[in-house]
């Protein structure tokens, strides 16, 4: 976006910097955000927020990757820390703990969360966000959530995640891919588990449902391997390569668009994906060396992924298409990881990333899409009905 552009969406966080409510005036207040959270001018929020309700803020805190979206890897924990120019405590939400406790909501009012989540169940904002309803509605503190766009806009796929595969990566009983703002997640969420919290939306204005692209605002990156808006959307579907053994790209400059092993033969596995998981993309074949992680410093085969037409491509269908693909066209080539994977140690990373344990299997087995996908119509139908009430924007 052009610096003397206007944007077409204003989010929460701009709404609240432009006209400061007038009930958090008195209020004490923490911050969940990291470097993502900025206005169209790149003002980061706790400054927007200070400048709005100057003193109010009284602790932050920060998610998975850190409060400087510096932590490269899961399961790479954030320490506490103090802020350099407000001086408050910097609170870590993915170290000894994942939700906040007492003692750190004991000093503030309302909990302002400004995170930049990417559509995708398994993209754990969402379930620090879940876990601060959950302790806001213990401890009596209020929550505002900092609407923004959900950057690949309105959609769902995926099975709807069973209680029995609840972890770190799934906290709510949703798709992996879910169509929603954060802000319609957290309604969703606090009607559906009959929280006594006081939430509060400060709902974009502009949005209609659409892609990022829609917006006229500036992509930051909101964790250190989704640097692009093309990484946001295949990650819905691409995420389920961290729970086998093939590289999800990361070591690469272009993580999740990238991915393969070694041994690999594009062509071999190209001549097995059904046409109709390619809708909207192009599988482009290469050769890449990871410089760190899975096969870091090995040579190995596979594709990236071109998204050429946003609003027809399916990024689940598309990685489900792909593992079949690959198991019929050089079986064994990829396997099941095994744990621990985000603070689980004994059921399969693969099962929690997907939510359909039997799904898994078929994967494994190569079995057709539609098999796959015929699993999941009914809960995406009763997902739509689910959400009515919590919807925000328009459904594009």
């Known amino acids: 976006m052009p610096a003397d552009a206007e944007p077409?969406?204003?989010?929460?966080?701009?709404?609240?910097?432009?006209?400061?409510?007038?009930?958090?005036?008195?209020?004490?207040?923490?911050?969940?955000?990291?470097?993502?959270?900025v206005t169209a001018d790149f003002t980061p929020a706790w400054l927007a927020v200070q400048r709005a309700l100057p003193g109010n803020i009284k602790a932050l805190f920060g998610p998975q990757h850190g409060y400087l979206a510096d932590k490269q890897d899961n399961m790479v924990e954030s320490q506490?820390?103090?802020?350099?120019?407000?001086?408050?405590?910097?609170?870590?939400?993915?170290?000894?703990?994942?939700?906040?406790?007492?003692?750190?909501l004991a000093h503030i009012d309302v909990l302002l969360v400004d995170l930049v989540d990417v559509g995708c169940r398994v993209y754990t904002f969402f379930s620090t966000l879940v876990a601060c309803l959950e302790e806001c509605a213990a401890r009596g503190k209020a929550l505002w959530v900092l609407d923004r766009p959900n950057p690949i806009g309105?959609?769902?796929?995926?099975?709807?995640?069973?209680?029995?595969?609840?972890?770190?990566?799934?906290?709510?009983?949703?798709?992996?891919?879910?169509?929603l703002s954060l802000g319609e997640l957290a309604r969703l969420v606090a009607a559906e588990r009959g929280l006594d919290v006081e939430l509060e939306v400060v709902a974009c204005?502009?949005?209609?449902?659409?892609?990022?692209?829609?917006?006229?605002?500036?992509?930051?990156m909101p964790s250190p391997n989704m640097p692009a808006l093309d990484t946001a959307r295949v990650y819905p579907g691409q995420v389920l390569?961290?729970?086998?053994?093939?590289?999800?790209?990361?070591?690469?400059?272009?993580?999740?668009?990238?991915?393969?092993?070694?041994?690999?033969?594009?062509?071999?596995?190209?001549?097995?994906?059904?046409?109709?998981?390619?809708?909207?993309?192009?599988?482009?074949?290469l050769g890449f060396e990871p410089t760190f992680h899975k096969y870091a410093a090995q040579s190995c085969g596979g594709f990236q992924v071109h998204v050429t037409t946003p609003a027809a491509f399916r990024p689940v269908r598309l990685t489900c298409a792909l593992l079949a693909a690959i198991s019929r066209a050089q079986p064994g080539l990829w396997s099941?990881?095994?744990?621990?994977?985000?603070?689980?140690?004994?059921?399969?990373?693969?099962?929690?990333?997907?939510?359909?344990?039997?799904?898994?299997?078929?994967?494994?087995?190569?079995?057709?899409?539609?098999?796959?996908?015929?699993?999941?119509?009914?809960?995406?139908?009763?997902?739509?009905?689910?959400?009515?009430?919590?919807?925000?924007?328009?459904?594009?």
């Open 8 to 37: 077409r969406v204003n989010t929460g966080l701009m709404r609240l910097a432009a006209e400061p409510p007038e009930r958090l005036g008195k209020a004490r207040l923490g911050l969940l955000c990291n470097p993502a959270a």
């Open 80 to 104: 506490h820390s103090s802020h350099p120019h407000l001086g408050v405590p910097v609170y870590s939400l993915y170290g000894e703990t994942r939700r906040p406790t007492l003692e750190m």
């Open 154 to 179: 309105r959609g769902e796929e995926g099975p709807i995640l069973p209680e029995e595969l609840f972890s770190f990566v799934g906290a709510h009983d949703m798709p992996l891919r879910h169509g």
């Open 205 to 220: 204005e502009g949005w209609e449902g659409g892609g990022f692209e829609t917006t006229g605002l500036p992509w930051v």
């Open 241 to 285: 390569l961290e729970g086998t053994s093939l590289s999800e790209g990361r070591g690469t400059t272009r993580p999740f668009e990238v991915f393969g092993a070694p041994g690999l033969v594009p062509e071999a596995v190209a001549a097995e994906i059904e046409p109709l998981a390619l809708a909207g993309c192009r599988l482009r074949p």
């Open 336 to 396: 099941l990881r095994e744990p621990p994977y985000e603070y689980e140690n004994q059921r399969r990373p693969l099962d929690l990333l997907l939510g359909d344990a039997e799904a898994v299997d078929l994967l494994v087995a190569g079995a057709p899409l539609a098999e796959i996908e015929g699993r999941w119509r009914e809960g995406l139908k009763e997902w739509r009905e689910r959400v009515t009430g919590v919807l925000l924007y328009p459904e594009e």
